[in-house]
């Protein structure tokens, strides 16, 4: 259990929906990061959050948003939903600062599939 | 930007022998972290073994060890005593070290990893 939790684990929806997935990170980590991982494209990086700011951008479509509460649970919002956002959507916290060791530490994935 | 690869799709082994998964990269850093992550079938992201490019003695995690050539920016993955459990998806990843945590990780795009029996 690597103590990050995401939710929900398995979603299933339809095109042009708008759907959204919760991470809580590991305790006292205050940064959160967002990836996407579908079939044929690996890992990609979408978003970091720090502290309850945004951090960094990776490949994220305008169609999705997300954000970071002052709890530091996380939300990523996918709307208009289109058959290739269907994929596992990754969840991760990292430690900032003095213990940090560089890995980061992932939740166990919300699969997105859109019909 | 860095950049990770894998140049090994898939690899297959039979139990109890020794397989190597590759991995290069690149980067104009000097101070950074590398990381190879398993991802079996339950899709869970789990952490193998992490090394620290400023130390030079290779990193061991039980039957685990890495092969890291700060040089030739190589970092390779050895598993001994290959076992039915270690079929996965193996993914190798570069962070730096800069900024404390600032910023993600950077996969490669994955080595399926096959055990034979």
């Known amino acids: 259990d690597s103590g990050v939790t995401q939710t929900p684990k398995h979603l299933i929806t339809a095109t042009g929906q708008r759907v959204t997935l919760r991470c809580s990170p590991r305790?006292?980590?205050?940064?959160v990061y967002w990836y996407q991982q579908s079939l044929d494209q690996g890992l990609q990086f979408l978003i970091q959050y720090y502290n309850g700011e945004e951090r960094a951008k990776g490949n994220i479509l305008e169609r999705f948003s997300a954000q970071q509460f002052p709890d530091l649970h996380s939300e990523l919002n996918l709307s208009s939903l289109e058959l290739g956002d269907s994929a596992l959507y990754f969840c991760?916290?990292?430690?900032?600062?003095?213990?940090?060791?560089?890995?980061?530490?992932f939740g166990e994935g919300s699969r997105l599939t859109v019909l | 930007a860095q950049t990770v690869t894998q140049s090994q799709p898939e690899m297959s082994v039979q139990e109890a022998e020794t397989v190597t998964l590759s991995c290069t990269y690149d980067?104009?850093?000097?101070?950074?972290?590398l990381f190879w992550y398993k991802q079996p079938p339950s899709r869970q992201m789990i952490l193998v073994i992490r090394q620290e490019a400023y130390k030079q003695q290779n990193a061991t995690e039980n039957r685990f060890s890495v092969n890291f050539q700060k040089a030739a920016k190589s970092f390779s993955l050895k598993i001994s005593d290959s076992q039915l459990g270690d079929a996965a998806m193996y993914f190798c990843a570069y962070r730096s070290s800069t900024g404390g945590g600032a910023d993600g990780l950077t996969f490669g795009k994955g080595t399926h990893l096959i055990i034979q029996p």
């Open positions: 305790s006292g980590d205050l940064s």
């Open positions: 991760a916290s990292s430690v900032v600062g003095g213990s940090y060791t560089g890995e980061l530490f």
């Open positions: 980067t104009s850093e000097s101070d950074y972290y």
